[in-house]
């Protein structure tokens, strides 16, 4: 489970002080599906960094399984984000010159697993982010878009986290093709119970999850649960 208590987040440059999270509550329980959505510069990607120990609050606390996160080490933070956390961007932020199967073994590489072990994980992650084995050889820049983002979305999955951050994983992508990632996140969701927090300024997209959290100004302002009439993946399956 992951928990917020009052969080705040302030950046100082000289004299001026912006505070871009405001007194921030929320609790998201594990195998959840939650949307974060707001307008530009709302606060959702300073959000999602604390969610996903990248950045620290200003002030509050935040809690992985109940743990306070300010707790931890550098050390075992970086520990937390690799076994725990997978994260997808916008930009899929692949290495263009090297193979798909090379991009998603990447990660592996630094937990020490041996080769085949590495590959027979990636080539696991790659299908379940439903990415083509034909195109396993390809190198990440001859691919299209939406077959970017699935290679990003089979190296977050690599280390099987239980939770996945994903900041506008569709931003650069047709609506078609977006959709087709949004599926694969909720299949991800509802096939193998990972907590997905995804983060969006669409309300489209956000209806791809079971509840959305509304974002505006560094505040909170709604806590919205979706019915199962409204939820695409019922619409969509
Ligand atoms: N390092 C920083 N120093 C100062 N201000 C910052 C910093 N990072 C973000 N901000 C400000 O915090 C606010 C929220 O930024 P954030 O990136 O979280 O918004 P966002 O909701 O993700 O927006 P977008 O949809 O455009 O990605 C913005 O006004 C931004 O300018
Ligand atoms: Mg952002």
Redesign the pocket.
Known sequence: MLEGKNIN?T???GDIE?T??KNINFKINTGEFVAIM????????????IIGCLDTPTSGQYLIDNQDVSTFSDDELAELRTKKIGFVF?AFNLLPRATVLRNVTLPLIYADIEKEEREAKAKKALTDSAFPEKFWLHHSNQLSGGMMQRVAIARALVNNPALILA??PTGNLDTKTGQMVLETFQKLHTEQGRTIVL?T?ERYIAEFAQRIIH?RD?EIIKDEKMNVKNNNFIVLK
């Open positions: 987040k950046y100082q440059s912006t871009v999270l707001g307008p530009s510069g709302s606060g959702k990607s300073t959000l999602m960094n916008q900041d506008e983060i300024h974002i560094g």
